[in-house]
């Protein structure tokens, strides 16, 4: 699949307006960035996605492409990303998302889309909802269950019915929907003047299923001025620290040897090495992104990657090491930590890893959605000594920080 993300934040915001605040929700700041940056970030650590449309109010539009762009030099995105301005309702902003999103690529298979102000979204909410679409799916909900009875109430505030709760749920984004589907679902829409009030909404349409994944009760949309005290973290917590380590090491191919035949072009950090020697390796060889992954493992407390990611598993033959790493990240958030720092260090007497150590640095940084300074990458040799040294193979070693908020 090469999905793409859709985030809706072209909306006007009027329930937020008794709070008398002076911009629309989306815009407001929680860590210090917009709600819609926020989001994005969540999304750039989901494997799989490959860049996103902003669709923003088209009197803001100038003024928030300008914000995005300042925010994306600051902590690169690492997607590639555009924005277009919205319309009177969701589908017709949905729709100029699509307009956008089909002129910058032809390769896009699935669309997720999300509201920007439900900017407490996880990675595992978004992996679930491609989880199912890789099975098959043509649209995907992520939802929890309703607790309060719900009632269906007249015109004169009178109760008509009462809706069997357990059939109720409460529907959340990223909504996951097939390109073509939402196409053929725009089109009959506007066609037969339907309106809908979510995106698998267009799917139904079509006649098509909707599944449903499990969301979170976390997963709120910042909508009434009672849900503005979520943007500030509370101050009775405090932060601990957690380090884990990290250590791997692959050996170079013997160009003489039969079994070495199969060996991987060298990559470190999502970056290829041209000219450098081949590795052997069960999935793509990534030396410096298994040891980071070991590393934030630690900080997890949940063991190796050969624990989660065997190498006599076949489906993890050859696959790319950010897959693995990004499938880690996702386990921070459920673990009430985020990860805030790493560095990495390569050993190896051959090849020269300095004219490849900045763009190791950001896409190490764009993968787990850090700023650059937050990423450390270091090269060093063992003067001809040992394994590296005699140019056998390559190791790394790696370090993760993050910190959990508890009470104290």
Not at 76 to 84: D, E, T
Not at 162 to 177: E, F, I, K, Y
Request: proline letters at 6%; hydrophobic letters at 45%; aromatic letters at 4%.
């Amino acid at each position: 699949m090469n999905v793409w993300i859709i985030l809706l934040a072209a909306g006007s915001g009027s329930r937020l307006a008794s709070a008398g605040l002076g911009v629309r929700k989306q815009f407001l700041l929680a860590d210090g960035e917009p709600l819609f940056w926020k989001s994005a970030k969540v999304f750039s650590r989901v494997a799989g996605v490959s860049g996103v449309v902003f669709v923003f109010p088209k009197d803001e539009l100038e003024c928030q492409a300008e914000n995005a762009a300042v925010l994306d030099q600051a902590a690169p995105l690492g997607l590639q990303w555009s924005v277009v301005s919205g319309g009177a309702r969701r589908q017709d902003s949905l729709e100029n998302g699509l307009a956008a999103l089909t002129g910058l690529t032809r390769d896009c298979t699935h669309v997720l889309v999300h509201d920007a102000a439900r900017c407490f979204v996880t990675p595992e909410i978004a992996v679930r909802v491609l989880d199912a679409l890789r099975a098959g799916a043509k649209a995907v909900i992520p939802a929890v269950p309703v607790k309060d009875t719900i009632k269906e109430v007249s015109a004169d505030a009178v109760v008509t019915a009462t809706p069997d709760r357990s059939r109720l749920m409460a529907v959340q984004t990223p909504q996951g929907v097939e390109l073509g589907v939402l196409l053929q679902g725009i089109e009959k829409a506007r066609r037969e003047n339907l309106t809908v009030t979510d995106d698998a909404g267009l799917a139904e349409t079509l006649g098509l299923p909707v599944h449903v994944v499990a969301g979170s009760e976390d997963n709120v949309k910042i909508t009434t001025p009672e849900d503005l005290r979520l943007l500030s973290t509370p101050p009775a917590q405090m932060a601990i620290p957690r380090v884990g380590f990290g250590y791997d090491v692959h050996r170079y191919a013997n160009r003489d040897t039969p079994e070495d035949a199969q060996a991987r072009p060298m990559v470190l950090g999502c970056a290829p090495i041209p000219g450098a020697p081949r590795v052997i390796a069960h999935s793509d060889g990534d030396v410096l992104l298994h040891a980071l992954a070991d590393a934030m493992l630690g900080c997890l407390g949940q063991g190796d990657i050969g624990q989660h990611f065997p190498d006599s598993d076949p489906s993890y033959s050859g696959v790319a090491s950010s897959i693995l790493v990004s499938e880690i990240l996702a386990r921070f958030a459920p673990a009430g930590l985020t990860l805030v720092h790493v560095d990495l260090t390569v050993v190896a007497q051959v090849p020269r890893i300095g004219p490849h150590r900045e763009h190791i640095r950001r896409n190490v940084a764009g993968l787990l959605g850090l700023p650059p300074e937050r990423v450390n990458v270091k090269a060093t040799t063992e003067e001809k000594l040992g394994f590296t040294g005699n140019k056998l193979g390559i190791k790394a070693y790696a370090t993760a920080t993050a910190v959990g908020f508890v009470a104290p």
